[in-house]
């Protein structure tokens, strides 16, 4: 197959972990005759820099003119101090969204067997996790009407949605749902909100097209409360832009670190493919940032495309390289690789199948997307 993928490295640790993405899809494309090709372009507050744009024309046409994009992070401790810069390095990410009408956002929360007891909650209650979260992208108090007053004292934010927003993300959720355990959790506040009472009308009746799936609406407080006392429960949670985007984070809580989980944002002709955790600027150059989020972002970009077997090897060597503890210090204190080693150690053993069967395999959707 071949795959233009555009490379938006951004600020921070990005460009080092997207580095150790690019050799694993290399070895990839070598193993199963593939060929990608990749192409950088500047976003965030580098492109600021470059060009006082954080998502320059370029950068996006060369996304348009992909297939997909290996997204670093974003943001930077500079714009993150001053709550009244007019640009800032998250507007790129947001445009860049919108844009390629990336309606869904897709993060699996799987924990890995090697890794459950880094989990600040008990290992009973963590092992064995395995949920992913539909977060609405495009609308909500993201992208509806906003204003401040001159003085700066008084401030709004619309949260505004339309069934067609809802229905086209709640119809991806439902079909993940009949993939996987065939449950789905509305995550809202429609005991005090009226957005929240259009989602639960809405996927209310959506519902009844998808007769195999349980729909169970909770509001979003208890989500929370639950996520955390008894995860396993949860099978596909589905959510506007503004809960999802806490949630998300909440889901890192779960595996004890938001420095392994990846995402996919879809919707449009393109997919973006992106580390959950954000752009750690005291880290940037040091080569100790985890470049697992990275890599199993690259996971789910080969999924996408349907490359499930290379999907798989890639996996299987994340797990290698957790159960022989090749990991960053975030991971385990007493280990000193670094971000390009532990990138090397996955990359090389991509195509070691004699390792296989004594690999655990739970943790692997063989032939299985984990995406939809
Ligand atoms: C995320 C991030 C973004 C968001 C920021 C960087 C705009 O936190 O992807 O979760 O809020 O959506
Ligand atoms: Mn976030």
């Not at 790129?92 to 969204?97: E, H, I, S, T, V």
Request: aromatic share 6%; charged share 20%.
């Amino acid at each position: 197959m071949h795959l233009k993928i555009a490379l938006l490295e951004g600020d921070g640790i990005g460009p080092e972990v997207v580095q150790q993405s690019v050799k694993c899809l290399r070895a990839i494309e070598d193993l199963f005759g593939h060929s990608f090709q990749f192409t950088q372009a500047p976003v965030g507050a580098r492109a600021i820099a470059l060009h006082d744009n954080p998502l320059p024309q370029q950068t996006l046409d060369l996304c348009q003119q992909s297939d997909a994009i290996l997204f670093g992070a974003i943001g930077s401790l500079e714009y993150d101090q001053d709550p009244n810069a007019k640009i800032r390095p998250e507007q790129g990410l947001l445009k860049l969204r919108k844009e390629l009408a990336l309606f869904a956002n897709i993060r699996p929360i799987k924990m890995f067997s090697a890794l459950s007891a880094n989990s600040p909650i008990k290992e009973s209650v963590v092992k064995g996790v395995d949920l992913v979260i539909f977060r609405e992208l495009l609308g909500g108090s993201y992208f509806s009407e906003k204003t401040v007053s001159q003085d700066l004292r008084h401030a709004t934010d619309l949260n505004e949605y339309s069934e067609g927003h809802i229905s086209r993300i709640a119809h991806l959720a439902f079909k993940a749902a009949k993939k996987r355990k065939k449950k789905i959790t509305l995550a809202d506040k429609a005991n005090v909100l009226e957005t929240p009472r259009l989602w639960r009308r809405t996927v209310m009746g959506i519902a009844e097209s998808y007769p195999d799936v349980q729909l169970d609406c909770q509001f979003i407080d208890n989500v929370t409360y639950q996520l955390v006392t008894d995860p396993k429960q949860f099978d596909v949670i589905l959510t506007d832009n503004m809960f999802g985007d806490v949630l998300n984070n909440l889901g890192s809580v779960i595996i004890g670190s938001n420095a392994i989980l990846p995402s996919a944002s879809i919707g449009g002709e393109n997919a973006m493919f992106e580390p959950v955790h954000g752009s750690y600027p005291q880290a940037a150059g040091k080569n100790v940032a985890n470049p697992v989020a990275s890599i199993l972002s690259a996971v789910l970009l080969l999924q996408h495309f349907g490359l499930e077997e290379e999907a798989d090897a890639l996996m299987i060597a994340v797990i290698k390289s957790f159960q022989k503890k090749i990991v960053t210090p975030d991971i385990l204190g007493s280990s000193d690789y670094g971000t390009d080693y532990v990138g090397d150690f996955i990359a090389s053993n991509i195509e070691d199948a004699d390792e296989v069967p004594t690999m655990n395999m739970e943790n692997i959707g063989l032939g299985k997307s984990t995406i939809i």
